[in-house]
């Protein structure tokens, strides 16, 4: 099948790159020049593990090409992919100038029936007013369908190429059939391809989030409260987690959710809510918590050091990115932990596998940046784990002890355990367990 991709930011790419691993003839349209000839030279403009692989394969075997002129892309397509961004405005709700701007301008392209797709995470009611305003531009029949991402950072090839379920939203039938022919290959295991309508496959992408947002906030909870009564938050997420009905995935504790889209979307959803003379408390609520969580660390030190006693102290810091497996630091806990510590007067030494150079474009040199993770710890007071690399998970902890100032580790992530960290000789102060 002949597809068109408009956006090549992360889920453009992804989508892009798997949709023509079986088969298809892929168009990429970018409106950035410079973009798009770095792409054509097999240049990937994201880090993502295995995505390398299958783009320098496809465009090697011409079945993915770039473009920054959007009539050649749409020209021959008969699935055109909407990937932009859907920044959140100023008022929390999602930006959709960019999604209804590029409908507009296909619409005014086309010449024979498409099939419009919507795949940034969009508001409910956004495929109707793509809809009016392809109405607004053409006679040309068409239909839009709307087809959320379920991509996780890090793991995007394996969720694209084997997903747990593929929505699509459409009450067109003609679409309905030739999404259900585009995506058969990927849910060979049996997996389904769940068909509804526009507003519930909309609804469907927020709500996902927004649970596992919660999931995630109602542990760091718990997590909180088994600090309070001595238990051990290993221990309670394993034992709710053999729940079936719970689940034992995204119940690790940590310092808050971040990234690029729990933090929008939980947000926009309970702006959509409010909107709607609806008050989503439980969204309310879980914002506020991750507010709080990602200064759990902070909080964690003044304790330690008493009140002022972070003034003139110097902590290394591991881990930059939001999550591993990523260079992404949208909405990182470590940018406002770091916020917080330069405020009190501390000073830091940061590493992060992948994170450091979209930091430094953004802090420059209000940290310092260590060429390894050991490098990082020299004269530090403490280090602080805020990224769970698996590169941190089994450090050599003498060789730590040497280069710290005082064997002191505040691990946001519960990398380690708390028997071997006491053996080392380590004060070691994580998240729900015992210090
Ligand atoms: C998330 C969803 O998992 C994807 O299904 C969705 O497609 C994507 O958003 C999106 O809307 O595009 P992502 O943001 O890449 O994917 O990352 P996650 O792996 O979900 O992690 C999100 C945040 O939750 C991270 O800050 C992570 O550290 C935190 N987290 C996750 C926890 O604190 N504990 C957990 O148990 C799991």
Redesign the pocket.
């Given at each position: 099948m002949k597809i068109a991709v408009i956006g090549t930011g992360y889920v453009g790419l992804v989508t892009g790159t798997c949709l023509a691993e079986t088969g298809n003839e892929v168009t990429c349209v970018d409106i950035v020049e410079e973009k798009v000839n770095k792409m054509r030279n097999g240049e990937m403009p994201i880090y993502e593990p295995g995505l390398d692989i299958l783009f320098l394969r496809n465009i090697k075997q011409e079945r993915l090409t770039f473009t920054t002129n959007l009539a050649e892309a749409i020209a021959p397509a008969k699935v055109i992919f909407l990937a932009l961004p859907t920044p959140p405005g100023a008022d929390g709700a999602a930006d959709l100038s960019y999604v209804l701007g590029a409908a507009k301008d296909i619409a005014k392209l086309i010449t024979e029936y498409k099939v419009i797709v919507t795949k940034s995470?969009v508001p409910v009611g956004t495929a109707d007013k793509v809809t009016a305003v392809m109405k607004a531009n053409t006679d040309v029949p068409f239909a839009v369908v709307s087809n959320p991402?379920?991509?996780?950072?890090g793991v995007a090839v394996e969720d694209f190429m084997k997903p747990d379920r593929v929505v699509i939203g459409t009450t067109d039938e003609k679409a309905r059939q030739v999404m259900g022919d585009l995506y058969a290959p990927y849910v060979r295991q049996g997996n389904p391809i769940l068909y509804m309508d526009e507003r519930s496959s909309e609804l469907t992408k927020y709500a996902?989030?927004s649970f596992?947002a919660t999931k995630?906030t109602f542990m760091n909870e718990i997590a909180n409260m088994c600090e309070l009564v001595g238990a051990d938050v290993d221990m309670v997420r394993k034992g709710v987690g053999a729940d079936g009905r719970i689940g034992k995935r995204?119940?690790?504790p940590?310092v808050g959710?971040?990234?690029?889209?729990?933090p929008k979307?939980v947000q926009a959803l309970s702006k959509a809510a409010e909107e709607n003379k609806y008050d989503f408390k439980i969204l309310n609520s879980v914002m506020e918590v991750n507010e709080t969580q990602k200064k759990r660390l902070v909080v964690k030190m003044r304790e330690y050091y008493g009140e002022g006693g972070l003034k003139g102290k110097h902590f290394a810091l591991w881990g930059l990115a939001?999550?591993p497996e990523t260079d992404d630091i949208r909405e990182a806990p470590a940018l406002y932990i770091i916020d917080e510590l330069l405020a009190a007067g501390a000073t830091v030494t940061a590493y992060d596998p992948e994170g450091m150079p979209n930091v430094k474009k953004l802090l420059g040199d209000k940290i310092s940046y260590a060429t390894n993770r050991y490098n990082a710890l020299d004269d530090a007071d403490a280090l602080l784990i805020v990224t769970e690399w698996p590169v941190f998970r089994t450090p050599d902890f003498d060789f730590m002890k040497e280069k710290l100032k005082s064997p002191v580790i505040f691990d946001g992530r519960n990398l380690y355990d708390l028997d071997r960290m006491k053996e080392y000789g380590f004060y070691y102060n994580s998240i729900g367990r015992k210090t």
């Open positions: 995470t991402e379920f991509l996780r950072e996902a989030n596992l995630i995204f119940l690790f940590g959710y971040g990234g690029s889209c729990f979307d939001f999550k």
